[in-house]
């Protein structure tokens, strides 16, 4: 047998912080990977449904994302938007027009009763994109959050007020009649490695683990199980995780991540600027691994991915056969 053995590598991943750990791990040619991804900050704009997370994770690993972003689709034209602006519609959410192809052919296939899971499949593929994109569920799951303004839809909250109200209570709307998706479910059992991403643990995470019957095939999986922390020194890359943790009573660091996925998953990733953390993390039940987790370049994501895959499997002998 020639070469290293391929791993099934099943990733749960938000948005921008997923898509670059799922860009590292798919770069690995020993990885067979599939990605569950987020769909409860999906929202109908103009009569169309538009799944962000996911629409991150095929454009990053088709790698046409747009790299300043960090999202939408590189090279990218508003005219749509602006003939939507000029009939008097909402415009406050972003969407170019690459990007409105897909929310086209999206919607037009729900309408036929298409299940999302296979239209987020067929996407994928045909954007080239080698590794599985799964949903955890094919019924509609959505963040709604509480301000002192009264409750927003995520894409309000988080697009048009650019999360600046304080978050007072998340709440999942139709989250505990979702039904898992089989796909999602039989990538987790099947897994060598599940990794938790460094993705908002409490609006891209928590609403994956939440559909019913997710958190028991991961924990009754026999994979290793590695989560990786969206903190670096007490603050986030980018976004409102941090703000969201404090509000809602919760330590905003990689201990806070650890209190969370502790139970979940053996080992947490945390950056070496957090050493210190080490202790905490292990008094809640995790092992903490210290590494350079801050990804700029494709090389930072390549690296981190294969830190997590040795931690993982170093010193376990391959399968014979494998
Ligand atoms: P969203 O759905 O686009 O908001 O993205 P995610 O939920 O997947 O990820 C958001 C989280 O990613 C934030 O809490 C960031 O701190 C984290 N993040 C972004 N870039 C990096 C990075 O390079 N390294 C790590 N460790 N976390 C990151
Ligand atoms: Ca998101």
Not at 153 to 177: D, I, M, N, T
């Amino acid at each position: 047998m020639s070469g290293a053995v391929t791993r099934k590598v099943t990733l749960l991943a938000g948005g921008v912080g997923g898509a670059k750990i799922a860009e590292g791990l798919a770069a690995l040619p020993d990885v067979a990977l599939s990605v569950i991804g987020n769909i409860a900050d999906d929202d109908d704009f103009h009569g169309l449904w538009v799944s962000p997370d996911i629409d991150t994770l095929t454009y990053s690993l088709a790698d046409v994302i747009d790299r300043n972003q960090g999202w939408g689709v590189a090279d990218e034209g508003h005219r749509a938007l602006d003939t939507l602006a000029r009939l008097g519609a909402d415009t406050w959410m972003s969407l170019g027009d690459r990007d409105f192809g897909l929310h086209i052919y999206r919607t037009m296939r729900r309408r036929r009763g298409d299940r999302p899971s296979l239209i987020a499949r067929d996407t994928a593929r045909a954007f080239g994109i080698k590794a599985e994109i799964l949903l955890p569920t094919d019924d509609t799951v959505q963040t709604r959050v509480r301000t002192d303004a009264g409750w927003l839809s995520f894409q309000e909250y988080f697009v048009r007020e650019r999360c600046a109200p304080e978050v007072r209570e998340l709440a999942f709307h139709g989250l505990e009649q979702a039904r898992p998706a089989p796909e999602a479910l039989a990538a987790l059992a099947a897994a060598d490695l599940i990794v938790i991403a460094p993705s908002n643990p409490l609006v891209s995470i928590a609403p994956i683990l939440g559909v019913p019957g997710i958190t028991e095939a991961l924990r009754q999986s026999p994979a290793q199980k590695i989560a990786v922390s969206p903190f670096i020194a007490g603050k986030v890359v980018k976004g409102p995780a941090d703000r969201m943790m404090t509000a809602l009573g919760e330590r905003a660091d990689a201990v806070g991540v650890a209190q969370r996925y502790s139970g979940l998953a053996g080992r947490l990733v945390i950056d070496h600027a957090d050493a210190a953390l080490a202790d905490s993390i292990r008094a809640q039940g995790m092992t903490p691994a210290c590494s350079a987790i801050l990804m700029q370049s494709l090389e930072d994501k390549t690296r981190l991915a294969r830190e997590i895959l040795d931690l993982a499997f170093a010193g376990v002998p391959a399968e014979a056969g494998a």
